[in-house]
């Protein structure tokens, strides 16, 4: 059974820092990692995904890389703004077939506060 | 595009009580899953449809809960004789074929007094 921990389980920097929060998953067989934002009482909005194949992903201030054969992956926010405040979900996709892509398990989170 | 729309926003029952959520995905968006999440914890996954076809439950979905998507396009998620230990932001989620990338919508809030 796929289990996915992530570490911190909370951060609060000041506005400007670099940070990085770390994802791992017992299972290397994974078709891809994601990252997501979770703002208090709303859904899940996508950040970055990460196919198996891949080794990073960029957007913007944010950058994610995936390390399958260590079961890692970690996310680099930079110039952290107060508006980056919210929880932080890392997910991976354990189904190879066509039909269960959307089938995620999640991590905890990883509750960020930038503060001014 | 008006992204996954879910209502209502949130629901608070007594238990005992049934209750129905909906969700209606992206337009076009073939695939449709729905999640469970507690406070503190990561979306879990309930289930999951192919246009009307439910291809997968989770053992989470016990035999008080029934999830339909009629026709392909919205979908519903009941929940019968309702405990407190089903409080959770229940979570509707949209894929298109061909894409991997998952969108979500608000969610629901359920309390159960």
């Known amino acids: 059974k796929q289990e996915v921990t992530q570490i911190p389980a909370a951060l609060s920097v000041p506005e400007g820092e670099n940070l990085v929060l770390n994802c791992s998953f017992t299972d290397s067989a994974i078709y891809n990692l994601q990252w997501f934002r979770q703002d208090p009482g709303k859904g899940l909005t996508s950040l970055l995904l990460i196919q198996s194949s891949q080794r990073e992903q960029t957007s913007g201030r944010l950058n994610a890389s995936l390390d399958k054969s260590s079961g890692r992956s970690t996310l680099y926010i930079a110039a952290s703004q107060p508006g980056d405040s919210a929880t932080y979900l890392c997910?991976?996709?354990?189904?190879?077939?066509?039909?269960?892509?959307?089938?995620?398990?999640f991590g905890q989170g990883t509750i960020l506060t930038v503060h001014p | 595009d008006t992204g996954v729309s879910q209502n209502p926003r949130h629901k608070i029952t007594k238990r005992g009580q049934n209750v129905t959520f909906r969700c209606d995905p992206i337009?076009?968006?073939?695939?449709l899953y729905w999640y469970r999440q507690t406070l503190g914890q990561g979306p879990e996954f309930l289930t999951y449809f192919q246009n009307e076809a439910q291809l997968e439950k989770s053992r989470l979905l016990s035999d008080r809960f029934s999830a339909e998507r009629p026709k392909g396009s919205f979908s519903t998620l009941e929940i019968q004789r309702t405990e407190q230990g089903d409080s959770a932001m229940y979570l509707c989620?949209?894929?298109?074929?061909?894409?991997?990338?998952?969108?979500f919508g608000s969610g629901t809030q359920l309390s159960v007094l």
């Open positions: 997910a991976v996709s354990s189904n190879a077939g066509g039909t269960s892509y959307g089938k995620l398990t």
């Open positions: 989620a949209s894929m298109g074929q061909g894409w991997q990338k998952l969108f």
């Open positions: 337009s076009e968006h073939n695939r």
